[in-house]
């Protein structure tokens, strides 16, 4: 069994191109269709087929492809946790929604950092499902997240609660401390990220469990957090945001947090992880230090 078979063909099915997978791995397309060949004669059955619109698996393709994603995985695991021993350290890639990850996680990893300096540490930022879908392709080791994750592949650990407030300018005229009646949004342009983002999902459960999201059809996607609060700085909107990324303006007064009668939206933040018999020593490093910071 050779790894560099399972190599293209991972490659091959990541791109859908035995050409493009070629490139990647910087050798010549006639290279990796041996080694693609190689693998389907150990294995006995045809893994990819052309059809109109390129390469897909075939029954026996997806048989195997959880298992060269393993191989791999094991493969280059074993080669950095035999790197970390021989200089206590290794390498750690970390994923984060954009709440965790601009206003919480650089803390973190920084103290992180002073506890285990000899750690090479990358953080990855997105929204929740491009972190599950990053933690599954092997491009992070950890993701930080919020929102509900129903992945298989994947084990989720409970980590902090946050909360989810309302908020607006401070000349808004629900701006006056006192709680407002939730129907009263009906008439404001809502602000809020885009599908996929953990705070979006959550407060549009929550509006759907009391019958109240149908009737919000003034509303505007902006693509970050930061986006959102400028806006509303500048006077338009109003947004449910995480207490998490408002407590400097809010402290400054460019931002109002406005309550509402009889309604309130909390919400569970995770840690993320692939299911792996032998996680990364790093992994374990951070997950232990992360119950301290």
């Known amino acids: 069994m050779h790894l560099e078979s ?3 063909f991972r490659a091959t099915v990541q791109y859908g191109s035995i050409t493009k997978a070629a490139q990647i791995l910087h050798m010549t397309q006639s290279t990796a269709s041996r080694h693609l060949q190689a693998l389907e004669d150990e294995y006995g059955g045809l893994l990819l087929e052309r059809g109109a619109n390129g390469l897909t698996l ?4 997806k048989a195997l492809y959880p298992y060269t994603l393993d191989l791999l995985s094991c493969h280059s695991r074993a080669k950095e946790e ?5 200089c206590s350290g290794g390498t750690l890639a970390v ?8 206003y919480l996680l650089p803390a973190i990893l920084g103290q992180f950092i002073k506890i285990e300096p000899h ?23 950890i993701g930080l997240v919020e929102g509900i994750i129903t992945t298989e592949e994947i084990e989720v650990i409970p980590w902090k609660t946050d909360e989810i407030v309302l908020v607006c300018n401070p000349t808004h005229p629900f701006a006056q401390n ?3 009646p939730l129907q009263a949004l009906t008439s404001q342009v809502l602000l809020w990220r885009e599908e996929g983002s953990g705070t979006r999902q959550v407060t549009e459960q929550a509006f759907e469990r009391i019958g109240i999201l149908s009737l919000l059809d003034r509303t505007m996607e902006l693509g970050s957090t930061q986006a959102i609060k400028s806006a509303i700085e500048a006077g338009f909107g109003v947004a449910f945001l995480s207490r998490l990324t408002i407590e400097r303006e809010c402290a400054l007064q460019t931002l109002v947090e406005i309550p509402i009668q009889d309604f309130t939206i909390t919400r569970q933040l995770y840690l993320i992880e692939r299911k792996e018999r032998f996680p990364k020593v790093a992994v374990e490093r951070f997950r232990k230090a992360l119950k301290n910071l």
């Open 58 to 61: 075939t029954p026996f393709g």
């Open 178 to 180: 006192k709680p407002i």
């Open 119 to 141: 750690i090479d540490v990358k953080m990855r930022v997105s929204n929740t499902s491009e972190v599950v879908l990053d933690l599954i392709r092997h491009r992070i080791d």
């Open 95 to 102: 994923g984060a929604t954009m709440s965790i990850g601009e």
């Open 6 to 8: 399972h190599e293209v």
């Open 82 to 86: 035999l790197a970390a021993l021989r």
